[in-house]
């Protein structure tokens, strides 16, 4: 089984000011992480996900994350926030394993990010 | 490809009544999953079907609610009777399990029960 912790249920930040939303995970088996994002009245949206290889990855929009094993991580950041970056961004993980239930994601409470003029 | 399609957007309705929420999955994605979000709980796992069979229907609250999946097009979550307190955004998502792209969301459905 897995589990998913963001600390902070909400971050004020002025716009152009960097940002990092904390994720910690537990996990018995490797895993596959993510980050999705939630506007306003829509639904989740994949922002980036770590699979393999390199431990930083990229989303399109100036966002990234870095896997860190040791520290059981994955926190997010961007450099300097837009105003439209404001919304919930929740932390998921799913185990390698193809075991039964593993197909499952399992979703952090969020963050509120709030960008602030 | 149109994504995952849920529908009504929005409901609103009296307590005691049926509800019933639809989802279309992504073409060629074997898995399913219903998830209720609120403020109190944030996002919650209902119950997930793989390959049209529920796996895990664990995450549903009480016998009121009841979730089918009769071919891989199709979706249905019903709540009989309805209460207020399943008032709540209710999303659909799919994946396809043998790839690790996640899940696609659709855009949710807003219960509002009176």
């Known amino acids: 089984a897995q589990s998913v912790t963001q600390l902070d249920s909400q971050v004020p930040v002025f716009e152009e000011a960097p940002v990092e939303l904390r994720c910690n995970y537990s996990?018995?088996?490797?895993?596959?992480l993510f980050w999705y994002v939630q506007y306003p009245n829509q639904g989740l949206q994949l922002l980036l996900k770590y699979l393999s290889g390199s431990t930083l990855v990229e989303s399109i929009n100036g966002f990234e994350a870095e896997f860190n094993k040791s520290q059981t991580s994955f926190h997010l950041r961007k450099p300097s926030v837009h105003i439209s970056d404001t919304a919930e961004y929740f932390c998921a993980v799913r185990g390698r394993l193809r075991e039964a239930g593993s197909y499952q994601l399992t979703f952090g409470k969020g963050t509120k990010l709030s960008v602030i003029p | 490809d149109a994504g995952v399609i849920q529908s009504p957007r929005h409901e609103v309705t009296e307590m005691g009544q049926e509800v019933t929420l639809r989802c279309k999955p992504i073409?060629?994605?074997?898995?399913l999953f219903w998830y209720r979000q609120t403020m109190m709980r944030g996002l919650e796992l209902l119950i997930y079907f793989n390959n049209n069979v529920p796996i895990d229907d664990s995450g549903m609250p009480e016998d009121r609610f009841s979730a089918k999946m009769p071919n891989a097009s199709f979706s249905t979550l019903k709540i009989q009777p309805s209460e207020p307190r399943d008032s709540a955004v209710y999303f659909c998502a799919s994946s396809q399990t043998t790839n690790n792209y996640g899940y696609t969301f659709g855009s949710g459905t807003r219960l509002t029960v009176v």
């Open positions: 996990s018995s088996v490797s895993v596959y």
């Open positions: 073409s060629g994605h074997n898995s």
